[in-house]
């Protein structure tokens, strides 16, 4: 199967810092991957550099096939690339659904049915209840459904996700995690970013754990000892202090 995105020896960062140091990584069709790795691993800016949000050489990131990496974020979504971005970042003083009609106007085409916006409501019922709300009133759960159902409308086949269920309670996190196999049965793809290694490993397929800009191991999630991860997560000789 050829590769939906792939990264290439990928290098990014911020003004002369740089943040990751040569990035193998792919995601096949209507596949889910997991980003693992502790605070500064690189896994956000990872997400950003493949957004087009950073300067990458073109041939650093493909998508079928194509050298993208340094196009503009309108273009990836065009392409059919959407960002569930950490901490949110939705349009405050807007109602819920301006929210979610947001992305309709720059969607993608669709990868098979289209998301709409009762498609969103069915996935989140609690966002048809709050349709007319502002979304400064929701609670951080509900606020995270907006995120990720704006994404949505934007008809992704690539869904990057950025730490969806930091800081929200376990109740929530289930609620949405368990939204997520709909989600990649409409042929879209995902990336999660999470911290929490169990709850990557139960979503997905295929999981990356990253260290200081790094890959430091990859495999498919089932398969991956808890003791590898460990090591991969910290480095081999923290992990067996």
Request: hydrophobic share 45%.
């Amino acid at each position: 199967m050829s590769a939906l995105l792939s990264t290439h020896g990928l290098i990014a960062g911020y003004g002369d810092m740089r943040a990751l140091h040569g990035i193998d990584l792919r995601v096949d069709p209507g596949e889910t991957v997991a980003l693992i790795g502790a605070n500064g691993a690189g896994k956000s800016t990872l997400l950003r550099a493949i957004m087009g949000l950073l300067p990458v050489a073109p041939d650093m990131i493909r998508l079928d096939g194509k050298p993208v990496g340094g196009s503009a974020p309108h273009r990836m979504v065009r392409e059919g690339l959407a960002i569930v971005p950490e901490g949110r970042r939705l349009f405050t003083g807007m109602s819920v659904e301006e929210n979610l009609r947001v992305a309709s106007e720059h969607a993608a085409d669709p990868v098979a049915e289209p998301w709409t916006l009762e498609r969103v409501y069915a996935l989140f019922p609690i966002l048809k209840e709050k349709a007319r709300i502002s979304v400064e009133n929701l609670s951080g759960g509900q606020q995270q459904m907006v995120s990720i159902g704006r994404a949505l409308l934007a008809q992704p086949r690539l869904l990057l996700c950025d730490e969806i269920s930091l800081g929200l309670a376990p109740k929530v996190v289930r609620e949405i995690y368990a939204a997520l196999p709909e989600i990649s049965a409409n042929g879209t793809a995902l990336v999660l970013v999470e911290q929490d290694v169990g709850l990557a490993q139960r979503a997905s397929q295929r999981l990356y754990c990253l260290l200081e800009g790094r890959v430091t191991l990859h495999g498919q999630s089932g398969e991956i000892a808890r003791d590898a991860i460990s090591a991969a997560y910290f480095g081999a000789s923290h992990a067996l202090d």
